[in-house]
């Protein structure tokens, strides 16, 4: 085994035991990898938007987590899970949560 793969689908937010689990899963001394990381298409897009930037902050602060991969999907008839961008490749506030983590946290990794 080299490494961990953890779906991340976040409809509440529970940081305390998403950094418990984490914590616990470290000691094994692998990788982490957040997969499936979304916040749940029954929210808006504002409260998508927070919880996205939460959960991507508290995944890459944890020292064991290597990578994060988004999990987005847009559908014809409005069923948005955590997308980035419109039909029009116009930003939705996901969209701008990722822009503004990526220009502003850049780890150097």
């Keep these: 085994m080299n490494g961990i793969g953890l779906e991340s689908h976040f409809s509440k937010l529970k940081f305390p035991l998403m950094k418990a689990i984490v914590d616990k899963l470290a000691t094994l001394k692998l990788p982490i990898k ?9 929210l808006d ?4 938007a927070i919880y996205l930037e939460q959960a991507l902050r508290e995944g890459f602060s944890h020292p064991a987590v290597d990578r994060i991969m988004l999990w987005t999907a847009l559908h014809p008839f409005g069923f948005y899970q955590t997308c980035l961008k419109d039909y029009n490749l116009q930003n939705l506030l996901a969209g701008d ?3 503004k983590l990526l220009k502003n946290g850049k780890t150097g990794r």
């Design 45 to 48: 897009t504002e409260t998508q």
């Design 34 to 42: 957040l997969t499936e990381t979304d916040t749940g298409y029954k």
């Design 97 to 99: 949560v990722v822009e």
